[in-house]
């Protein structure tokens, strides 16, 4: 099994509603990220789990509320969005976080199809 | 940090036509990675690639990784309408995987 999925496909939400976006991969990755895209961008990275703990916090802001119940699964809580934050949302894994330098299949990440936010 | 420019950064081709795209960097990197995403879907890994001067075919794509370590070129032979899309360069920077701005492809059947 080589995919990683992702509930709901899409969302409308208001400012004061709170959701959640899930996340499930079945390859036995130990890490996990969280992906913010804009139309026509490349993915911006919002979080970074290795072996179920937070190891990077790109400065996001509190609105969004990560979390990694197990090794295969992954969750991004929302609560008073504004619209802005509006974008189609990445969940993707890897093997591991590469730290020194290891080549051959650590940086290969793989990424669900995305949920599809909007924010009223 | 590390920066890779990919160009071009759209194109409009004929069906049948061989595809060229490229990303350089300032930086050395130790793997360089194409991804394809269609409208509305996540991106999908095509080719990932670990040795300088390494080439690397999957179907009709080619990829190479530049002797430099500075660069690469991912080649689609052949296009057709389901090549539409956005291709994406990426390489490693830390733990974190460092995009190109992307190169849009239109393909006219």
């Known amino acids: 099994d080589t995919e990683v999925t992702q509930t709901p496909k899409h969302l409308v939400m208001g400012m004061t509603n709170k959701k959640s976006l899930k996340c499930e991969q079945h390859m036995g990755h130990r890490a996990m990220y969280w992906y913010k895209q804009k139309a026509k961008k490349p993915p911006e990275l919002m979080f970074v789990y290795s072996y179920e703990k937070l190891s990077i916090n790109e400065s996001v802001p509190s609105r969004f509320s990560p979390e990694c119940p197990n090794s295969s699964l992954l969750n991004l809580h929302l609560h008073a969005l504004q619209p802005e934050d509006s974008a189609l949302y990445l969940c993707?894994?890897?093997?591991?976080?590469?730290?020194?330098?290891?080549?051959?299949?650590?940086?290969?990440?793989?990424f669900g199809p995305g949920t599809r936010l909007t924010v009223l | 940090g590390q920066q890779l420019n990919q160009s071009p950064q759209s194109m409009f081709i004929q069906e049948g036509e061989d595809v060229s795209m490229n990303c350089t960097s300032s930086?050395?990197?130790?793997?360089w990675l194409w991804y394809k995403q269609d409208p509305g879907e996540g991106p999908v890994l095509l080719i990932a690639l670990y040795k300088a001067g390494e080439l690397t075919s999957n179907g009709r794509l080619t990829a190479q990784f530049g002797i430099t370590r500075k660069d690469s070129f991912l080649n689609i032979s052949a296009s057709i309408p389901s090549d539409v899309g956005i291709y994406f360069c990426?390489?490693?920077?830390?733990?974190?995987?460092?995009f190109g701005a992307g190169t849009i492809l239109r393909v006219k059947s």
């Open positions: 993707a894994s890897s093997q591991a976080i590469n730290s020194g330098g290891a080549v051959g299949g650590y940086n290969e990440q793989f």
């Open positions: 930086s050395i990197f130790n793997t």
């Open positions: 990426a390489g490693p920077s830390g733990n974190k995987l460092v």
